[in-house]
């Protein structure tokens, strides 16, 4: 099984205020996951499949700092 973690993200200080950021950013887990999936009806077992997939997480964030 193989999984990565990425991300990016900018960070912005303007001159005037250097006190103060912004960073905009993106972060990622990617990784392959194996399923085991069994259904029954009544007492008996109907179907019983294994099938892989990519997952994915992400998200985006923007933040600010302010430094005394």
């Known amino acids: 099984d193989t999984?990565?973690?990425v991300g990016l993200s900018l960070e912005f200080t303007q001159p005037?205020?250097?006190a103060f950021s912004m960073r905009l950013g993106y972060e990622a887990d990617i990784f392959d996951a194996?399923?085991?999936e069994r259904r029954f009806k009544g007492w008996s077992?109907?179907?019983n499949?294994?099938?892989k997939?990519?997952?994915i997480f992400?998200?985006?964030y923007l933040g600010a700092t302010y430094n005394f």
């Open 3 to 5: 999984g990565v973690r």
């Open 16 to 18: 005037k205020a250097p």
């Open 34 to 36: 194996e399923i085991h």
């Open 45 to 47: 077992m109907e179907t």
């Open 49 to 51: 499949k294994t099938y």
């Open 53 to 55: 997939t990519t997952v």
């Open 58 to 60: 992400d998200s985006f």
